[in-house]
């Protein structure tokens, strides 16, 4: 990520927001805010909806550097984690609905 963005933009990691890996394995989130193995489409859509301008970026997970993953990148709302909570929401939200809708 550019330092231009820093402070404006953060760095959202699938692992931030996923209910199956603990906070060592990079959650961030409370478990009960975490959503289940987020996919990135998942998190573009939602940002999307939250008017976060989201940008993917095809990096490396720091804390698995030798595999090749996919990161988001989005306006920052607050704090970090405020942002993050904001995401796993509608992260939810959209589960929901694509479950009621049958798809």
Do not use: C, F, H
């Not at 906070?23 to 975490?34: M, T, V, W």
């Not at 909806?49 to 997970?61: D, H, I, K, S, W």
């Not at 970090?80 to 995401?87: E, G, Q, S």
């Amino acid at each position: 990520m550019s330092k231009e963005y820093r402070g404006r933009r953060i760095v959202l990691w699938p692992a931030n927001i996923d209910s199956t890996l603990s906070r060592s394995e990079g959650r961030k989130i409370p478990l009960r805010d975490a959503v289940r193995k987020p996919r990135v489409e998942e998190i573009v859509e939602a940002a999307n909806r939250l008017g976060l301008n989201p940008t993917v970026e095809e990096a490396a997970y720091p804390r698995s550097w030798w595999e090749q993953r996919k990161r988001v990148v989005v306006d920052k709302v607050g704090s970090k984690l405020n942002t993050l909570r904001m995401i796993a929401q509608e992260v939810k939200k959209l589960r929901e609905e694509r479950r009621r809708l049958g798809k």
